[in-house]
């Protein structure tokens, strides 16, 4: 039974000062706290809801931590939720970022200096949202390494300056500059942080309070489009975007002080022969955590989810009106699925904190599945049906958005989660490029859809198997296993 032992060195200094904290089974006084250093040697079971190892290997660590991090979560109080509402703002301003692009494009093709160039719009954001996802894989590690502060403020300042030098661009280069390669830093130095810090304060109500920080993303696509199409044509593109960047200072401001670091990071290096050498304080990323049971087909569950997402979310506008359906209409349907997503999202990290974040993971799959085979491929040509679909889509595709971090969380320990999510979705930034002029190549011809559907479809079925493979390799033949 026994799948590895792990001899670690921690300091139990109280991470919030003065406070004593008390946790289920036992309590600390406030010297205990301040004073105990406990060596201590633990031991995981292969059939461990938590934790997959590579092989049984035993590792020989020199990491100090202060607090019991590993050990006891806050799991609410006053502190806790008040990182959560930092999280969600510093992702109402990143993910609202991706959300405004495309009214960005929308209003500059006007500019004959933008229009001139082939391909720019859909170039500026594709390279947005894939950099924005793909630099994760640095600032994962960063983040276990330093924690969010500094990776906040720099987020910060590279968002609000790409905002304010695209509002005095006069030509295509200073624009996509901007708009992409700076911008697409100051999103992931927001996003990657926002989510990994939930995971230091819950375990047993991380799949909540993820959910909940996830809705900034659809609260976000339904405020700043709104916002822009009201203030490009009474104050102009430099001005709309100048307020613009200030409304993201003030919140992205806000985050930087409710977003806090539980403790400090490990003191020192790690000296290991295992696959996690060096993975708690070296910043770069290692290849190694792909042996980590578990983790390589849950990587390609989530890569293959997204793929299936985006090819709706991306073209689900243009399928309406194909069909023959009011522009007013085709609105309508984009307001139901971002609803229905923040619905979706907050109801799947509920699940997934009862039935495990894989389970739910696969019941939103499928679930998106049986949605496009048996709703929108039979009935999307009619008005009940396309709005039918939004609604279910929304619902369980914003559902998977909220519990891939939780899922990534149940195969490593909190103090490398960063690392193992900020890969994760430097992977999934691949589906990104992908996804979007493979659903052109199907869609684009003006003939049909159905391509495109069933495409979408087969996608969710394959990362719903791809998520139960993922389970029973941690677990073993335990379907019905809370994972």
């Known amino acids: 039974m026994q799948d590895g032992v792990e001899s670690s060195v921690r300091a139990t200094a109280d991470p919030f ?18 004073s105990a250093i406990i060596a201590e040697t633990r031991t995981t079971s292969s059939d461990g809801p938590l934790l997959g190892k590579a092989s049984p290997t035993t590792v020989s660590t020199s990491v100090a931590y202060i607090g019991d991090l590993d050990e006891s979560y806050p799991e609410g109080g006053l502190r806790a939720w008040l990182v959560v509402f930092g999280c969600w703002l510093a992702l109402f301003a990143s993910l609202g970022f991706m959300n405004v692009l495309t009214t960005f494009l929308t209003h500059i093709t006007t500019n004959v200096s933008i229009r001139n160039v082939p391909g720019a719009i859909s170039g500026i954001i594709s390279a947005h949202t894939l950099l924005s996802l793909l630099l994760g894989l640095y ?7 330093y924690g969010p502060r500094w990776l906040i403020l720099a987020g910060t300042v590279c968002l609000v300056t790409s905002l304010v030098i695209a509002s005095i661009g006069i030509s295509f280069w200073p624009i996509l500059a901007a708009l992409t390669v700076l911008s697409s830093l100051g999103t992931s130095l927001l996003f990657t942080p926002s989510i990994a810090i939930i995971a230091h304060y819950f375990s047993s109500r991380r799949g909540l309070a993820t959910g909940i920080a996830s809705t900034a993303g659809p609260a976000a696509g339904i405020v700043f489009p709104a916002l822009l199409q ?58 190694r955590i792909f042996l980590t049971r578990g983790f390589t087909p849950a990587v390609l569950a989530i890569f293959l989810g997204q793929f299936a997402a ?110 193992y999510y900020g890969t994760a979705y430097a992977v999934v930034s691949v589906a990104v490029l992908l996804a979007i002029p493979v659903a052109g190549g199907l869609g684009a011809d003006g003939k049909g859809y159905e ?33």
């Open 139 to 145: 600032i994962g590690p960063l983040f276990d390494k």
């Open 451 to 483: 391509g495109l559907i069933a495409m979408a479809g087969v996608f969710y079925i394959a990362s719903a198997v791809a998520f139960a493979v993922a389970k029973v390799s941690v677990v073993g033949p335990r379907f019905w296993a809370a994972f």
């Open 17 to 34: 000062g003065d406070e004593s904290e008390a946790t289920p089974g036992r309590s600390r006084s406030r010297s205990d706290a301040k």
């Open 230 to 287: 009201t203030l490009f044509p009474r104050l102009g593109w430099p001005w709309a975007v100048r307020a613009l960047a200030l409304i993201f200072l003030a919140v992205t401001v806000a985050a930087s002080f409710l977003i806090r670091a539980r403790v400090p990071p490990p003191l020192t290096t790690t000296t290991t022969t295992t696959t996690t050498s060096h993975l708690t304080t070296n910043p770069h990323p290692s290849a």
């Open 310 to 419: 985006f090819l709706p979310l991306t073209y689900i506008s243009a399928y309406a009106l194909n069909m023959g359906f009011t522009h007013a209409l085709t609105v309508d349907v984009i307001a139901a699925m971002n609803a229905s997503s923040v619905a979706g999202r907050v109801a799947a990290g509920w699940a997934a904190d009862r039935v495990g974040p894989f389970n739910a993971s696969v019941l939103a799959a499928a679930v998106a599945a049986l949605a496009c085979f048996g709703v929108w491929f039979p009935a999307g040509a009619t008005k009940p049906g396309v709005v039918v679909f939004a609604v279910v889509f929304g619902f369980v595709s914003g559902g998977g958005v909220s519990l891939a971090p939780v899922a990534v969380g149940r195969l490593c320990g909190t103090g490398v989660f960063g690392r």
